[in-house]
């Protein structure tokens, strides 16, 4: 988070100094990429527990099937 924070004011900076505008291009995509990154490590515990809620639920209504009859 902070690489990402000092990537955002490197980016103010770069536009108050007037830099070249492939440069300032180079760190937003650099910006974004880190952003992604941390919304990966955000998602993946709650895509485990989404996983594991429906291999359970998978697994009770395939053996309901059988019970039922």
């Not at 395939?62 to 019970?67: D, G, N």
């Amino acid at each position: 988070m902070n690489r990402i924070e000092g990537q955002i004011k490197g980016i103010k900076n770069m536009k108050i100094k007037q830099t070249y505008f492939d440069n300032i291009l180079h760190q937003i995509t650099a910006a974004q990429a880190a952003l992604d990154s941390v919304s990966r490590v955000l998602l993946r515990p709650f895509l485990k527990l989404l996983n594991k809620i429906f291999c359970l639920f998978y697994t009770q209504r395939r053996y309901s099937i059988y019970i039922d009859d």
